[in-house]
Each structure stands twice: as C-alpha cells, then as structure tokens.
C-alpha cells in the first residue's frame, strides 16, 4: 500500500513523499512524481529513513532515570506513572521557583506546524521562559528583514528556469536544497550562467560553471565591490530606486571602500573575473541570487547578507521575470498562529531566553532554571560550547524531560525519556522555506511501542497541572483547521476541505509573482539600503595560535543529527566524522591523510580524522556535518570548538567563527 506523507526533516525542500506500507511496516520511501518541486525523488537521506523508522534503538516506552546524570541509565514505567512524577514535580518547581524557572528547549527535528510549535501554547499558559528560536536562521530574518521588512519572500523556485545569470552565494544546493537542481538545470539549457560562491568545493561548484573558493566572512566586502562598480558604471537602476529605496547615500559610502583590487585581495579571488562578473549580473535583467544561512553564521553575517540581497534592489532585478534573490519563501505562508502557539496566553514580564546561550543560561545563579523540557532538538550536540552544555546539563538539581525518537547524547541526561511518534505516525502541516506549497500530512502507520506525539504528552500535562484553557486541548485536526482559516490574499484558494483532499495547495500568489516589484513590506514601502560602513564588521581573523578558521557546513548524507545513528548513513560518510584541510596546510602542520588530528580552538579540544584535499580553501578547515557525539572517536561533539559569541544582527549562532589550530 503506497500512501502519501510529507517529510518533516528541517530543509527547504519539504518533499511530498509516498511511503510503502506492509503489514503495518514502513518498507519504502519516494518522492510523490505529482508534486511540483519533489518530482518524484527522495534525497540520499530519506531514501534510508524507512531504516530509522524501524530502527530497533527507537525509544519505545516512557523510561526514568536510575543512574547518575548523563550515565543514559533508564527504567521502563508505564506513561501513567510518567505523567504523574513529572506533573507532580513540576508543581513543586512552580511553587518553590516561579513559573520563570521553566525552559523549553525546542527546535525543528519537525518542521510540522502543530508538532513543533503547539507546545508552545503549553508553557505560555505557564507563564514558563520564552525561548528564542536563534540557532539558524535568525541572522539571516533580521537581515533580510532590516532590508525588505517583515515576511521573508523570494523568487518562486518554479520561476528560477527564467534566470540568465545566478548565483548560488554560500549554498551547497545540490545537497542542502537538492530539488532545486533540476530548476538550475533548466536555467542552464536556457543559457543562464551559473556561479558559486564558496569556501569550500563541493557538489555543487562541480555543477556550477564558474566557483570562487572565497576567503571565510568577507563576503560582505564582496557584495559592496559589486555596489560600488554599479553604481560607478551607472548600472543602477535609478527609476526603481529613487521609488522604491531609501538610506543609499550611506549604502554608497559603505561600498567605496571596496574597489575591485582590494576586494579582490580581500577575498582571495581574481579581479579581472571579479570586474567582468559585476558586469554580467548588472546588466542581465533576470539575474538571481540564491543565498544560504552558512555565511549568516559569524560574527559579521548579518550586515553581510543584507549587503548581498540589496544588490537585485539596485540593479532592479526584481522587475523581471526569474529576477530578484532568494534567501527563505516561509513568509508566504500567512496561517493563523494565533491559538497554535498560544500567543493569547502569553504573560507579561516573561524573560526570553537565547536559545544559542543555553550553556550560560543554565549556570545562571540568579533565578535559575530549574526544569527543563527538551523535544524537537539534540542541544548536548548542536548547541555552541557543548562543554557547557553538558555541564549544565549534568546539574543534579536541573529537572530535565526529553521527548525524543533515539537515546541521543542529549536524552543521555533525562530524569525521564519520553517516546515521541515521528512523522509517519502524527498528522501536521507544513509550510516551506524553499518553495511556495502548504501541505498536510496523515499518519501512515500507527506509532511504535507506546511513543505519543508531542502534543499528546503536553495535553496530557496540561490536564494533570488544571490548566483550563480550551485550545490546549485541541486535536491536531482542530488545530490545522485554525490555523488554514486565514484572510490573506496568499491563503485564498487554501480551505480545509481541500487541503485535507488535496494534501498539496500552492500559496495563492498571483500573476506574474514579483515580490518586490513595488518595494518592501516596511510601513514606508522602501527597501532600505544599508549597512553603514560603521556597521560592518569583519571576523575575528586568525592568528599565530589558532591559524585555521573552521567551518561547518551540512554533513551530505545526515541532517543536522538527525539520522546520525544509522549504520549505512555513518557508512556512507566515511565511518567518522572528518574535516578536510588544505595540502598546504596539511605539509605545515605535519598532517597525513587519514591521519587523526587534534582540533584546538579557544573553548575546546576535539579528535577528527583529517582529509587532505584543496576542496577546502587555504586557511580553512571544513567540517562535514553533526555527528552524534556517542559515535564521535573521542565522544566530542563538533560544537566543543564554537563559542556562545553572537552575530550582528538578529542575535544569531556564530558556528562558522571559530579560529583554531591542528596538531597530529
Ligand atoms: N544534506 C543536508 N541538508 C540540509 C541540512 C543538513 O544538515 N544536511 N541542514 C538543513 C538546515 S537546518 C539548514 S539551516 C539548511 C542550511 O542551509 P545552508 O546554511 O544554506 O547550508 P549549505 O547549503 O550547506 O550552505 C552553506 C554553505 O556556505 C558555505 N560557507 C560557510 N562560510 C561561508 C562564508 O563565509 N562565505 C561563503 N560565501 N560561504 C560560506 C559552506 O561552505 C557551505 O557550502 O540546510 C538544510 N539542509
Ligand atoms: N557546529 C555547528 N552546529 C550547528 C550547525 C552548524 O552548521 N554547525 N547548524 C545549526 C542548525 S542550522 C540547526 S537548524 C541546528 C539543528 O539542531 P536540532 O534542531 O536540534 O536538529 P537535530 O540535531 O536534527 O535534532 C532534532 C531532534 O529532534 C528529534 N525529533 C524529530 N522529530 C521529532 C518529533 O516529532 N518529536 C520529538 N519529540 N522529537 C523529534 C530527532 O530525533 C532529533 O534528535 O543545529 C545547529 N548546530
Ligand atoms: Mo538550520
């Protein structure tokens, strides 16, 4: 029996899937061929996920602690006598502690709508901590926002063949964003030009025509050499802009600094290149920039994506067709949030926590946190300074729940581990921040063992804790119904009747969709030219102690940590985690390939086995995704190297800054 899903792994993608069940087992998994951008095929990764599924390490009953902390030593009860301890203890924290000791740490193992926000709704009618969302994209919002205002759009993904000339800036797309492909495929039988922008070699330079393996964090620097030779060269457009733009005598200022010699030395690329670029994407109308978050993740990202997606501002791009950037589509999806996330039950005076400054956070000796609810998140493992993490963690006065799918390192230190359903075995919805189609999803299976959903463990709570509030008792079905009925144009042709039919439904976005063809969504409709050259910030660059800047970009075949503990996945990349270095670097410091190396930055020391390849620029070490920590040769996770430092704007993660050193 095929049956279809929606994969509900943190990408861009999110892919219609159909799913083979037989005999109430997961046996396949394909891309739905009827869904625009999925076409029919799953990535690498989900094709194993039937394997995850049916994994026999699936966490399959409620269990509590009975050894020490972190020791991952568990006892199985029953879901009653879970409830019951857990209700009974948090009672006693809010009444010895207050409401504001009471973390939940949440991200987006789903990105279902219900599963991943509802809970919310929980903790605000607790009056519990607000957590801000900041490991990901929150420098990359706040830029694009600073610029465009609220609601992030961009080119529609089925536009992107029109493009003549595009550049794919910071992305591996061909893996972080692989139903793009096909699109930049037919861009390029159109005869659109390709060029990739990255420190790092990978897929997607291969598939590109044209790479520069560019210096890490100088991309702001780039983006405003390319400001300033437009508008040398008179290559604006100045009827858009004198429209729709404001603040460019600062913009202005900013970029002269950059002529093409300096930048070009900068940033490690060649100049003559650099000048006939500039030109080619200024004066091709339908020019496209897509951009990712990993540029995002330092010090400077925020000012330098917001230099990078103000340049089809003023080349105008955004007129034509397959023209503009993109960097999210989720702003489209104008559901109704409201009673999902329990913004009516928020309390006032409620502190918010930085998710990226949970090691700090949890040693905090005023108004400590006293409990906290992991679900959605594996924060021992991605979270910046994970010594910190773990040491907070470890705490024995800390009351910690974990929801989770595997005894990842974070459940590890539970007082009670929790069976979560996984997607195939919960309904939800799904927006996308790669493509414009909202998507429902019924269970396929039923769930494993005794796992619930998340939304069933905080009903259940709730009931336990007296907390009346009708909506936190609402099915998922009540909930989606809720949050389709909404009045916005985008939303027109979504009504739940059809969506639960359809499963698939395109945001209703008009005509010759231009997203910023009359300016921004700022309350002055002008997209706001900046960063002021007071604004720019450069990394810290490396030094005689840490030489190498280390990155981390997504591992190929896991997803963040998700499926990091499946054998064939390891398998696939490598046995163990690695970082590629540079020959050069490799001769300098006496490193062999294959050779396992000591990583030291300024918080941590790690183990990692070393490739020798020129994939990797001069001067930079590159990562290749999350391992779990527990399948890492020393038991370390990657983020022992990153610091809780934050970026320019938007309070954002900082993974891409460390500087560090290697010894054999
Ligand atoms: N296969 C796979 N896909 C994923 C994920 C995964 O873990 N695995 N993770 C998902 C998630 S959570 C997210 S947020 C997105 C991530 O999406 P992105 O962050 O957009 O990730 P990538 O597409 O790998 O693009 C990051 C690229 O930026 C490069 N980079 C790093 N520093 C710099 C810099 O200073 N300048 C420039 N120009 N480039 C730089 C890296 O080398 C890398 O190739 O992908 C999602 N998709
Ligand atoms: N060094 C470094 N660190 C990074 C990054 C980097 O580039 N470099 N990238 C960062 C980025 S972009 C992100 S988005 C974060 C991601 O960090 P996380 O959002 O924590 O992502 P995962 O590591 O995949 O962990 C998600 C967990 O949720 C669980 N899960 C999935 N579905 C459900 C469900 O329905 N219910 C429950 N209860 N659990 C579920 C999965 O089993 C998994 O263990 O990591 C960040 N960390
Ligand atoms: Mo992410």
Not at 274 to 297: D, E, P
Request: aromatic content about 10%.
């Amino acid at each position: 029996m095929k049956l279809p899903s929606v994969c509900a792994l943190d990408c861009p993608d999110t892919c219609a899937l159909h799913i083979t069940v037989d005999n109430g087992r997961v046996v396949k998994l394909e891309g739905n061929p009827d869904h625009p951008i999925t076409r029919g095929f799953a990535c690498a990764k989900m094709y194993r996920y039937p394997e995850r599924h049916e994994h026999p390490d699936r966490l399959l009953y409620p269990q509590r602690r009975i050894g020490p902390k972190g020791s991952g030593k568990f006892e199985r009860i029953s879901w009653e006598t879970a409830l019951d301890e857990i209700s009974s203890r948090v009672q006693e924290i809010l009444k010895t502690h207050g409401p504001q000791s009471v973390l939940p740490y949440c991200y987006c193992g789903t990105m279902g709508v219900i599963e991943s926000q509802h809970p919310l709704a929980f903790f605000r009618a607790l009056g519990a901590l607000e957590l801000d969302w900041s490991i990901c994209a929150a420098t990359g919002s706040a830029a694009w926002e600073a610029n465009y205002g609220p609601f992030k759009l961009g080119v529609d993904p089925e536009e992107a063949s029109k493009s003549r000339f595009i550049i794919l800036w910071g992305i591996n797309a061909l893996r972080s964003n692989s139903h793009f492909a096909p699109w930049l495929k037919e861009a390029r039988q159109n005869g659109a030009h390709i060029l990739h922008i990255d420190p790092f070699r990978n897929e997607t330079s291969r598939f590109s025509d044209e790479h520069w393996q560019i210096r890490v964090g100088t991309d702001a620097a780039l983006a405003l050499a390319f400001g300033r030779e437009i508008l040398h060269q008179n290559w604006h457009d100045s009827a858009y802009l004198e429209q729709h733009a404001n603040n460019l005598d600062d913009y202005r200022q900013a970029c002269e600094l950059w002529t093409i010699e300096r930048t070009a030395d900068f940033c490690g690329i060649d100049a003559v290149r650099l000048r006939q670029v500039i030109q080619q994407y200024a004066t091709t109308r339908a020019s496209f920039i897509k951009v990712g978050y990993g540029l995002t993740r330092n010090e400077g990202g925020g000012n330098a994506l917001r230099a990078i997606t103000l340049l089809p501002a003023l080349t105008g791009a955004w007129q034509h067709a397959g023209g503009g950037a993109t960097l999210s589509t989720s702003g489209a999806f104008h559901l109704n949030h409201r009673l999902n996330r329990g913004e009516h039950l928020r309390q006032p005076n409620v502190r918010t926590v930085n998710m990226n400054l949970l090691a700090d956070e949890l040693a905090r000796q005023s108004q400590p946190i006293q409990a906290l609810f992991v679900f959605n998140s594996n924060p021992a493992a991605v979270a910046p300074d994970s010594s910190g993490v773990a040491k907070g963690l470890s705490r024995d006065d800390l009351f910690t729940v974990v929801l989770e799918h595997f005894q990842t390192d974070t459940a590890d230190y539970a007082d009670y581990l929790l069976p979560a359903t996984d997607f195939l075995e919960h309904p939800d919805l799904y927006t996308s921040y790669g493509h414009y189609y909202l998507q429902w999803s019924e269970p396929v299976v039923e769930p494993r063992g005794e796992c619930k959903p998340n939304t069933w463990f905080f009903r259940e709570l709730a009931k336990r804790l007296q907390l009346a509030e009708p909506t936190l008792h609402w099915t998922s079905h009540q909930l989606a119904e809720n949050l389709v009925s909404s009045q916005h144009p985008f939303m027109q042709d979504v009504t739940w009747e059809r969506l639960q039919k359809a499963r698939f439904i395109k945001m209703h976005l008009g005509e010759n969709f231009r997203p910023y063809i009359h300016g921004s969504h700022h309350a002055d409709k002008k997209i706001h030219f900046s960063p002021s050259p007071q604004q720019l910030h450069f990394e810290e660059q490396p030094t005689p102690e840490f030489p190498l800047r280390l990155i981390s970009p997504p591992g190929p075949f896991i997803l963040n940590t998700s499926m990091g503990n499946l054998e064939s996945i390891r398998k696939m990349a490598g046995n163990q985690p690695q970082v590629i270095i540079h020959p050069d670097d490799a001769t300098r410091y006496g490193v062999t390939d294959g050779a396992v190396v000591r990583i030291t930055s300024r918080t941590g020391t790690i183990s990692r086995q070393a490739i020798v390849s020129s994939d990797a620029r001069q001067g930079v070490l590159v990562a290749l995704g999350q391992w779990w920590p527990k399948f890492s040769p020393d038991k370390k996770s990657l983020n022992e190297l990153t610091s809780q430092r934050l970026t320019d704007l938007g309070g954002g993660s900082t993974f891409g800054n460390p500087v560090v050193r290697v010894e054999c």
